[in-house]
């Protein structure tokens, strides 16, 4: 299911409402330079994209609560000599008829088409800087006697964006499956591999190849000790047959991510200390994913999870004082540093426009909803320079990480058929 041109007229009206007599003023990304004549492949800023489905540079959203025409959009020119060398521009006209704008110009029009509108009004700017409109529009606000007002619209695009739709859901989980299969065909195929790259290519074209257009985010193949590098992206080590394969990856499908990590052993078989940390993970998993539903907070499902890892490493020996005890020096914090999840969505940390504090839901007054969609995704890092725990723990690094849909009276795991049991994960 696409997203339809009557979706993205309800967010814009949505927006339009909270903006009162502001005018809102939102940039496109713009491209960036990679090396010599080479940009980075290009990639649309996701609220723009939210809010217009357009997928070009250089472009300029305005949206004016007052008079007829709300919907505005600056773009890049047809240029027939520009279009042989880069490829298919809308032009105004294309927008116009195409994604519905009410009025567009060139993107050299911004002083024509703004400097009288703008004329004493107050303004929300959403820019960027190095966009090449920015220093224009800095002086037409400027000339036109416009007032800069706090963006305030800005959050509440990214508070709407917290909820999916219908159609948005239909994506991730699209996204979902196909990032899913890729992992099972990693853990079924892993004794093929012999380079960390390997893993990477594999997954990439898998994905691509199922119609996905992207990765959500640069996939982590990390093999034995390098599972404990959070961020790891190196991807190109030769594959340590006595550790684990960490990987996190997940593709995106219209812009909407998926974001998997499965754990799995090299060999095929866990060690037994690899099994221990593996199944105080899964443990702690499961029993924050009992709690996902409507009115819960991401906050507290992290004190699940921290209350669990902290049994699981007593258990198994690695913190030796007693639960209590640990729970208040917050012992765990050193083998699991990060937060139990995120909104994922256009962005696979979504909704980076409120403050952290609200992205994150790091206040229990921020309540999960039916129609987010977050992930779940413990770990145990064991770093090798850990001298405090006897040296067959060391370098071993575990997390699980699944997508989750909020549903009225639960959740549905969206990433479902990515081994994650012991068992299948070694037959
Ligand atoms: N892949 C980044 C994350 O799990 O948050
Ligand atoms: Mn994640
Ligand atoms: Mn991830």
New binding site residues.
Partial sequence: MNITAAEYAERRRKVLEILGDHVLILFSNFEHQKNSDVNFKFRQDSSFYYLTGFNEPDSILVLDPQGDDKFLMFVPPKDSHMEMWEGFRYGPKGVVETFGADKAWDNSELGKALMNRLKYRSVQVIEKSHHPLQEELQEIIFKSGAQREKQYAYREIHRMRKVKSAAEIELIRKACRISSAAHNLLIENVKDFTNEADLENEFVYFCAKQGSQDQAYYPIMASGENATCLHYQVNNQAIDKQGNILV?AGCSVDYYAS?I?RTFPASGSFTEEQRLIYKAVLKTQKLCLEAVRPGISFLEIDQIARKSITEGLINIGLIIVPLEEAMRKELCKEFYPHNIGHHLGLDVHDCDGLDYEEQRGRNVKYKLEEGMVITI?PGIYIQNDNLTVHAKWRGIGVRI?DDILITEDGHENLTFAAYKELDDIER
Wanted: glycine share 0%; no cysteine; proline share 0%.
């Fill in positions: 996190d974001d990590t995704e990480e």
